[in-house]
């Protein structure tokens, strides 16, 4: 059974990188796409990017210029930076699966919040 | 403001059929699949429906999808009180090459 675990740090300052890694345990990492998915607090879902075992990405618009999304094959790893946070970025971070250019399917990680303050 | 418009809530009465709309445009539900999720606090998205109508392995026969033109549908029936959660429409945006949510509905159940 596939399972996604991810982790990085959850409390952070105005401008600092948000970093966060999603690990891959069972399935196969190079024949699917590979996301993040952010919820703020009190708000809706937001769709970050994707990325495949190539490399290949996509980014959501409204953060393509902050945002990279990098991939580890030799340690099915996917990761997720984002630099000059401010506290907007607060949010629940979801790493999860696809088949890319579509939405997420049925397996996903637990979620990350990330809080930046101050 | 979402790209995809869903109603901000919705309600119905235990045992009763409710619908959940989502409307988008050509770029994204008018020529792709829909996906539907619900959303409990705490937890992780679950997929209920994906390419626009299809039900995961343990997802009831109680929710079902379709779509017609650039707008979706998410039913649900014979409703439960642990349906109450919060729903989201997903679809690819082909001009945009990017994935976009609605921005949710809140189902109660009265």
């Known amino acids: 059974q596939v399972q996604l675990q991810q982790w990085g740090a959850g409390l952070l300052k105005p401008s600092e990188t948000l970093s966060l890694t999603c690990a891959v345990y069972g399935g196969s990492f190079s024949n699917y796409y590979w996301s993040w998915i952010r919820q703020p607090p009190g708000k809706g879902l937001e769709w970050i990017g994707e990325?495949?075992?190539?490399?290949?990405?996509s980014y959501n618009p409204s953060l393509k210029s902050r945002v990279t999304i990098s991939v580890d094959t030799s340690k099915n790893q996917f990761s997720l930076k984002l630099p000059s946070l401010t506290a907007a970025d607060t949010a629940v971070y979801y790493c999860?699966?696809?088949?890319?250019?579509?939405?997420?399917?049925?397996?996903w990680g637990q979620g990350t919040l990330c809080t930046v303050s101050s | 403001q979402s790209v995809l418009t869903q109603p901000p809530s919705v309600s119905a009465a235990p045992g009763q059929k409710v619908t959940i709309s989502c409307s988008g445009t050509s770029s994204n539900i008018g020529n792709n699949d829909v996906f539907w999720y619900q959303k409990l606090p705490g937890t992780a998205p679950e997929l209920l429906i994906y390419?626009?109508?299809k039900r995961p392995s343990g997802i009831p026969d109680r929710f079902s999808g379709s779509k017609s033109g650039t707008s979706a549908t998410l039913a649900i029936t014979g409703l439960q009180t642990g349906d109450e959660a919060d729903y989201y429409c997903?679809?690819?945006?082909?001009?945009?090459?990017?994935?976009?949510f609605g921005g949710g509905t809140k189902l109660t159940v009265l």
């Open positions: 997903g679809a690819w945006d082909s001009s945009l090459s990017a994935g976009l």
């Open positions: 990325i495949n075992h190539r490399g290949v990405t």
């Open positions: 390419d626009t109508h």
């Open positions: 999860a699966r696809g088949f890319g250019r579509e939405m997420p399917r049925g397996r």
